[in-house]
């Protein structure tokens, strides 16, 4: 029993999306989204901020729960952590919105996008138009598709409505059969989870064994279960451009205290090695 609720997560998830989705809409309908401020003002770039040279590529996410380690941080400040984050030397940010699985709101990005010039990405689980518009009109830069989730047609779709309105799009994969069906022209950045959104099982072999089968026009991000600074400069070595942590900086009680000394230690490494990292 056990085995097969967790089998069936990301299923719950979308389902539960899409009726958020109809009552959401009905509520708020797309025309006022289209009124905020957030909706004319220029997207931040996450291309070009995971490539600066004086940044270290990753993006810190903040994750106050998740469904498979339940209550991460449940206090934590989105202004403290995320301006900690940048300062730290993160490319850009990963807020969840979800609140029903992850415990966040569309408040925690707007709050970000007030306190940080930087790119930011809308962590949700993204089945309709009506979530990227919402996403422009909280201040997002950048939305993520998951593969796992959606079949190629309607996500082709969603990544060049995105880029209609400016965005940016990372698509999510976690094995070769979904990168090879998804992979179309309206994507910017191709993201590895090493999570299983099915099974929950977290290993960085998916991550090296998915690399080289990525195209070079796509940006490379490995996502979820890092906790090492090597880890970062294994998986940089192996071609990944990007890095999506979350957990290892949230379980802390000092999120972007932890960020630091990672990034830190990270950009020691890369010193040793002789690829330096400017401040
Ligand atoms: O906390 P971690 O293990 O560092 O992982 C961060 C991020 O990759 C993870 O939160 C994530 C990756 N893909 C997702 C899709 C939906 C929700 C969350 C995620």
Known sequence: MLNKNLMNILEKIIAYKKTEVAEKSSLVPTKL???????????????????????TGIIAEFKRKSPSKGDINTNA??????????????????????KEFFGGKNEDLSLARKFN???????DFI?????????????????????????????????????????????????????DKSLNEHLD???????????????????????????????????????HPGTLYELRKAGFDGFLIGENFMKSSRPHQVALNFMNAYRKILKEVGLVQEK
């Open 33 to 55: 989204l289209e009124k905020s401020i957030y909706f004319d003002s220029q997207v931040v770039s996450m291309k070009k901020y995971i490539k600066r040279p004086d940044k």
């Open 117 to 123: 010039f930087c790119p930011i990405l809308r962590k």
């Open 77 to 98: 400040s989105v202004e403290t952590v995320t301006i900690g984050y940048m300062q730290a030397g993160a490319s850009a940010l990963s807020i969840l919105t979800d």
């Open 189 to 227: 950045l191709v993201g590895v989870n090493n999570r299983s959104l099915k099974s929950f099982e977290v290993s960085l072999d998916t991550s090296f064994g998915l690399v080289e089968r990525i195209p070079s026009e796509f940006l490379k991000i490995s996502e979820s279960g890092i906790s």
């Open 127 to 179: 089945v309709d138009e009506y979530q990227i518009i919402e996403a422009k009109s909280i201040g997002a830069d950048c939305i993520l598709l998951i593969a796992a989730a959606l079949e190629p047609k309607r996500l082709k779709e969603l990544a060049a409505f995105a880029h209609g309105l400016g965005l940016e799009v990372l698509m999510e994969v976690h094995d070769s059969k979904e990168l």
